[in-house]
């Protein structure tokens, strides 16, 4: 292949994800058009067809893009501790916090990305038993990731949304707060 048509294939992609997120700022994505990405991309519908079946195969594409970063940047610090994955992952999240705006406020499974994101985790645990991951039984995981992935998504859904004015590292202690010492919620009323 001639470098100068990868280069070109390459640079009409990153226009296309750019007029994406232009038109998403604007309206939701089920609302928007290969043509009006087109147009802001100042491209033709061919190069649009080249590169993407349709605007759902964009946020498709980008989303899987930007999970295996997220997953990255958890991972890369899986060795340390837990606290240093999360501000690791919550940085990123800040980094790219208009994708995680529009993503997190236009798809119907909001916390699609970070199921992705923790996929690559799951692999890691996935010798281990239920019990030896402290569960009961084996459902009980299921459970447990399903309550954790939609809080979480909220949390960051409710952090982008104001613009992460909280540090990472106050997120965290949210987190950390919500989901490890609050247990006294669920015991209210009981002597």
């Excluded at 928007?32 to 990405?37: D, G, K, L, P, W």
Aim: charged share 30%.
């Amino acid at each position: 292949m001639n470098t100068k048509n990868n280069k070109r294939a390459q640079e009409s992609g990153e226009k296309i994800i750019r007029a994406f997120f232009a038109a998403t700022q604007k309206k939701p994505v089920n609302k928007v058009t290969v043509r009006e990405i087109c147009e802001l991309a100042e491209i033709n519908r061919s190069t649009f067809y080249a590169h993407y079946k349709d605007v759902y195969d964009v946020m498709e594409q980008v989303e899987k893009t930007m999970a295996k970063e997220l997953t990255q940047s958890f991972l890369s610090r899986l060795d340390t501790s837990m606290e240093s994955c999360f501000l690791s992952m919550f940085e990123f999240i800040k980094e790219y916090r208009e994708f995680y705006k529009i993503y997190l406020n236009n798809t119907e499974k909001s916390s699609g990305i970070l199921q992705l994101a923790t996929e690559t985790y799951q692999d890691k645990v996935a010798g281990l038993s239920y019990q030896e991951l402290g569960y009961r039984f084996e459902e009980e995981i299921a459970y447990h990731e399903d309550f954790f992935l939609s809080g979480f998504s909220a949390l960051v859904r409710r952090w982008v949304n104001r613009d992460c004015k909280e540090s990472p590292r106050e997120l965290y202690g949210i987190l950390n707060r919500e989901y490890h010492q609050r247990q006294e919620l669920f015991q209210w009323g009981e002597n």
